[in-house]
């Protein structure tokens, strides 16, 4: 087992659908130049100069162990759950053998099932029942959609500040059809870390952020990233109208490909997990772990307390298998530069009660330090210790 670096918690800290056409930017020939345009989903991107600072309803626990559970269990030489029998092969969808997991997750703790609340439930309603998670529609699949939003990034060679769409975000109720194309301004506050590594996991804080009816998110992730910035993994929960449907916190998933987007949830992610999947609604104002390491030629995300899936090494060609640059953040992606959308649960970084980035872990990797800054005035990020900062803000209004 690899070293994982962590802060225990204390009295501050509590435990493949086809893509639309994508036109390849030109890079930056350095820090302070501008990047060439691509289209995202509709969106053409514009990379700006390089960042110079470098219940509701209870709900029990459903009966019955999956047998992706099942099959690590019995491959530890651990009892069952339940009785269960691991069936004698895993495959996917299209044939291949199933990637087994680590048999611990970052954290190192050993896998169990996230107990989740009816399907629909809002985010107050899971968390009033005491649950991980919801599926966000009563379908019973667990196949992940695929969304297609605008979605930012930041690196320590560039930062994408602003970008041209075509996407309209819907107004409540959902309602509205493509427009024109528009501009979208992101806004990070955001702890970073170099060093290579097999991937990271923090506690998130998990809100329910007020998003402006103009604007495009709000949302909390990290990101594991190769040195350059082009490749990117990425887990956290997002409220995106757009995405979702609702602004409640959702679980997301992302990946990057020579710093070209894909779409949220989909594009490439296989669900391990037959609890949760990517878009699954989650509780508010708890704090739940996210975590991402790379193992058996495939990137693994963790929540709370399950594997959910993967992204497969071959969606780089079987390049992109360690962390160079590390990430942590909160992210609003707005319709102007003086949004009025909260980032974190909409507190300024400034109070103890704003939300937090905590016990950030690398996995065989370097000790955390991570460096903490905000690439706006209107949103703020305060380190507290080299593993946890606060972060935050409620924009411009």
Known sequence: MGVVWTLNANAEETPE?????????????????????????????????????????????????????????AADGAAVPGGATAPDTMETSNGAPLPTPPKLLPWGERPSKLKRARAGASSAAVAAAGADAAPADTSGSLEPVPEYAPKGRNSR????????????????????????????????????????????????????????????????????????????????????????????PHLFVYYWKDRQPSCYNACGFEVYSKTI????????????????????????????????????????????????????????????????TDMGNGLPASDGLAARVGSISMTNGPEPRATVRATSDLYSAVSLSDRTFRFGGAGAC
């Not at 739940?288 to 071959?314: L, M, T």
């Open 157 to 248: 060679t560039g930062i994408l500040r602003k970008a041209r769409t075509t996407i309209v975000p819907p107004a409540p109720p959902v309602a509205g059809a493509a427009a024109a194309a528009s501009d979208v301004y992101f806004h990070y506050a955001v702890g970073t870390q170099t060093g290579e590594t097999d991937g990271t996991w923090a506690n998130l804080s998990i809100a329910k952020p007020e998003l402006n009816r103009d604007d495009f998110h709000t949302l909390t992730e990290i990101a594991v990233q190769s040195a350059d910035g082009r490749q990117i993994v990425e887990v956290g929960w997002t409220v995106d109208r757009t995405v979702n449907g609702d602004a409640d």
């Open 17 to 73: 659908a086809p893509a639309p056409a994508v036109a390849l930017p030109g890079e930056a020939a350095a820090a302070g130049t501008a990047v060439d345009e691509a289209a995202i989903g509709g969106a053409a991107v514009d990379d700006a100069a390089a960042d110079k600072a470098a219940a509701g309803e209870a709900a029990a626990n459903e009966a019955g162990t999956d047998s992706a559970t099942a099959k690590a269990a």
């Open 277 to 340: 999947k990517p878009g699954d609604t989650l509780p508010t104002g708890t704090q739940k772990r996210f975590g991402i390491q790379h193992s058996g030629n495939v990137w693994w995300i963790a929540y709370d307390s399950e594997w959910i899936g993967y992204f497969p090494d071959r969606l780089w060609n079987g390049t992109y298998t360690r962390g160079g640059l590390t990430q942590w953040f909160g992210e609003v992606a707005a319709a102007s530069s003086t949004p009025c």
